[in-house]
């Protein structure tokens, strides 16, 4: 599968992204993994790394995003299997928001010509209270969004999935769910959405039998 999962902060991306990634494991398919699109990078940063992404000018900041979204354009053309936290979305809310207010910047929609057109794009979302209860209570190191600004993302992150290009499209309320039902939810929906390999591999224990 090819899969970009994106949503506020606390809206679960990351926990569903690494119960994929165990699930694929269990089924004998490793998945390229990239969800370090949010600054700083606490996929691959140590502290020291991470405060200067912190410190960069806007401008900079501007750039580097820019640069690495393209260049992970590019791996989608070289992994069968890849998901990816956030990406071009993410940025596209983010980036103007927190990271360079002001600065210039240039769409992403054109990002997803490139794309295959078997990728499929997931969209996670919860009610406001519940982000801000999960954002009090189990806090990231580096929060990023403010507990002010939580409709208005969930929002944004609505539309611009909407406006998405890309075909294939999931959309998860994560509100009530636990860790384990969130990736079912997930296996489950995707189904119309695979295309005839990936089928072929989700069910072929079953067809054994």
Known sequence: MQVIVVGCEYSGVTTLIEGLMAWGDAQGIHHH??????????????PVDAEQMLNLTPLLKERFQRF???????????????FMGGFHIEEEI???????????????REYEVELPKEVILVHLTARPE???????????HHTLIQAEDIPMLLGLFRQKYH????????EIDTSDLTP???????LTKSIPHL????LLTRFAGQLLV
């Open 94 to 108: 983010y980036g103007p928001l927190y990271y360079y207010p002001g600065v210039p910047t240039i769409g992403v």
């Open 130 to 140: 519940v982000i801000q209860t999960r954002m009090q209570t189990n806090p990231h």
């Open 163 to 170: 406006e998405s290009w890309i075909k294939h499209k999931i």
């Open 180 to 186: 384990e039902q969130l990736l079912q939810s997930f």
């Open 33 to 46: 993994l990239d969800d370090h699109f949010t600054i700083p990078d606490s996929q691959h940063l140590d």
């Open 68 to 82: 690495q979204l393209v260049y992970h354009v590019r791996l989608f053309q070289l992994y069968e299997h890849i």
């Open 195 to 198: 295309k005839t390999r990936d």
